[in-house]
């Protein structure tokens, strides 16, 4: 992957990253509604733990861990499979760091060119690249 894209590229990069993890979130919330649903009808209820804490920790601390878990993979995996990463430092252009490599042209981490279009904001069109 090359080491400097267009301010656009980055753009639609970010853009593809968003609608990844509202599909990524949603998957991840997915547990809790499958829950929720059994625990109103009589198929979870046999086999839920007797104690009210046992019971809380399988209704809302495993799903809870498995959200945080898939969320937590997404945000290590996806920004290096989406060329959201400095191709120098390895830092994630996501948040601050993504609006700051917009803004100034350079990673957040290192200050090493991202952008391979800095002074201009992107309206140049293709370089040729
Ligand atoms: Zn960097």
């Known amino acids: ?26 998957i ?19 086999w839920l733990p007797p104690s009210h804490e046992a019971e809380l920790v ?10 945080a878990m898939v969320m937590l993979v997404h945000s290590w995996l996806a920004p290096g499979l989406l060329g959201l990463r400095c191709a120098q430092c390895g830092h994630r252009l996501l948040g601050r760091s993504y609006a700051d490599a917009l803004e100034t042209g350079q990673c957040n981490g290192c200050r090493a060119p991202v952008i391979s279009d800095p002074t201009s904001a992107g309206t140049q069109g293709p370089s040729g690249t």
Request: hydrophobic letters at 50%.
């Open 28 to 46: 991840g919330f997915t547990p809790f509604l499958v829950i929720y649903v059994l625990v109103h009808t009589r198929y979870l209820r046999s």
């Open 58 to 67: 399988v209704l809302i601390a495993l799903p809870a861990a498995w959200f």
């Open 1 to 26: 992957m090359s080491a400097l894209c267009t301010r656009d590229e980055l753009r639609r990069r970010f853009k593809a990253y968003e609608r990844q993890r509202a599909i990524v979130s949603a």
